[in-house]
């Protein structure tokens, strides 16, 4: 029984094939893709027309397989007229308009208020914010739109002509009420937006329908049942968390963005929890990821963009090798906005240690060490909230995601938090995806066998803390 993952993140997508053998899931890459946003004009937008036929290549390359399922980030999303077509090609959610619209919206309820209904911290660009934009710039939108669906939910529509809202990425929009897993009366009144143009919420493992019969003729390929997933990845990634039984664990789902908490069986919406920016977002079968979201590899990855501009074309393995070698002290808040863009990395670090008047990086090295180091001080500094606000007592931080391929970046975790670190697997997005379709299918019986088959099926790396950090 041959199963299908999707897996879109924020710079690339790929598709991977899979068996369940004797116990253990054997799966390999059959499509890789960049995942590449255009900007036109002052808008950023995803090019979702290019995305959609990325999964018709996958669907092709896969050959006749049982089921597919698809993951991707949250927040994003397509608006469809009363016909199904797509209105417009989506924004991405580093759209600069974002940051400068959506404060306005604290006019209508307060920033509190949506914290305790939602148990969303603010950002910018969660899609309540997106919405009350678009209200705001291209009304017009809104007013054609009959039905909105979230990026992994559009595409399963692509697919099936079936339309679906995933709990798992419903819970990232802002829009959602945290205690009753449905949409918010008091938080669609006040953005003025009619409810009906959200669809009903579902859970991970239901049968979404089949590829239809129009694109099995397009593609040349057999009837597959398209499953719903934790379609927002960290969901996945975090159903795949091979934790040990009666091990106290916190997790970092570490990619473009790190995702660090814990898994609760109730929301925590208090004022540490709001002060901490901490976020209570739906697992894959309607628990709470209880967790921050901290600017992760993107400092990484756009710096390196920027240095391969200058003509520097440094490898990652280059860049952590440079960080070694330098001393420089400087730490700042990885989560600065002024981060947040494409664009100049290094000037904006230098930047900010020169405002904080810290020792300023005098070479492309002292730029890569004070990311690493950031990184790791505001991972200490998560855990540290995490354990007064939970009460929970951690004795282990698993860490999964392409980001723990990263060994400075793993080790420093461990020095930092003073937890040791168990890394694996690198592919937890997709194994958490094609965990949901085998306990669907049946031949998985829950969560906890197929945590236990993830575990029995990839290495994990540990990482003991040491005491001298520098």
């Given amino acids: 029984m041959k199963l299908l993952a999707f897996d879109f993140g924020a710079s690339s997508g790929r598709a991977m094939a899979a068996v369940l053998e004797n116990g253990k899931i054997k799966m390999e890459e059959i499509h890789r893709f960049s995942n590449d946003p255009v900007q036109i004009g002052d808008t950023f937008y995803w090019d979702v027309c290019r995305l959609y036929h990325e999964i018709k290549q996958g669907l092709m390359k896969a050959g006749p397989a049982e089921s597919v399922g698809i993951d991707t980030w949250g927040v994003d999303f397509g608006l469809l007229d009363e016909s199904g077509r797509l209105l417009s090609n989506p924004r991405h959610y580093r759209d600069g308009a974002y940051a400068r619209v959506a404060p306005g919206f604290f006019d209508r309820i307060s920033e509190e208020e949506v914290y305790q209904i939602s148990g969303v ?23 054609n739109a009959k039905t909105l669906l979230l990026m992994p939910d559009l595409f399963g529509y692509f697919l099936t002509g079936t339309k679906n809202v995933d709990f798992s990425n419903a819970s990232t929009t802002s829009l959602l009420n945290v205690r009753t897993g449905r949409w918010d009366e008091k938080l669609l009144s006040a953005l003025e937006l009619d409810p009906a143009i959200l669809p009903e919420i579902n859970h991970a493992g ?74 209570n977002e739906g697992g894959a079968y309607g628990n709470v ?10 400092l990484i990855q756009e710096t390196r963009r920027f240095f391969r501009k200058q003509g520097k074309d440094y490898s990652f393995e280059d860049l952590k090798n440079m960080a070694l070698e330098s001393r420089i002290p400087s730490v700042i808040d990885v989560d600065d906005e002024r981060l947040s863009p494409p664009g100049d990395m290094p000037s904006r670090i230098c930047a900010i240690c020169r405002e904080t008047n810290q020792p300023v990086p005098a070479s492309d090295g002292d730029v890569m060490r004070v ?68 306990i669907a299918l049946g031949a998985v019986r829950d969560v906890r066998e197929a945590r236990r088959v993830i575990a029995d099926s990839f290495p994990v790396k540990t990482y003991l803390p040491r005491e001298e950090k520098r």
């Fill in 121 to 143: 911290p603010y950002l910018p660009f969660n899609t309540l914010y997106q919405l009350y934009t678009l209200k705001k710039e291209q009304p017009w939108l809104l007013k």
């Fill in 289 to 298: 990821r209880f967790l921050r979201n901290i600017m992760g590899l993107w």
């Fill in 371 to 438: 990311i690493y180091y950031s990184l790791a001080t505001k991972y200490q500094e998560a855990v540290a909230h995490l354990v007064t606000i939970t009460g929970k007592k951690f004795t282990a931080l698993r860490m999964v995601g392409g980001g723990i391929q990263d060994t400075l970046l793993c080790q420093l975790s461990a020095d930092f938090t003073g937890l040791p670190v168990y890394a694996g697997p690198v592919e937890a997005t997709v194994l958490g995806n094609l965990a949901a379709q085998l």
């Fill in 206 to 279: 239901r049968v979404l329908g089949t590829i239809t019969p129009a694109l099995q003729e397009e593609l040349m390929i057999s009837a597959m049942k398209v499953i719903t997933v934790g379609s927002h990845d960290t969901a996945s990634a975090v159903l795949a968390v091979p934790a040990a039984p009666g091990e106290e664990t916190a997790f970092i789902s570490c990619g473009t963005w790190s995702l660090l908490g814990c898994e609760l069986d109730q929301p925590i919406t208090g004022e540490a929890a709001r002060a901490a920016r901490f976020s």
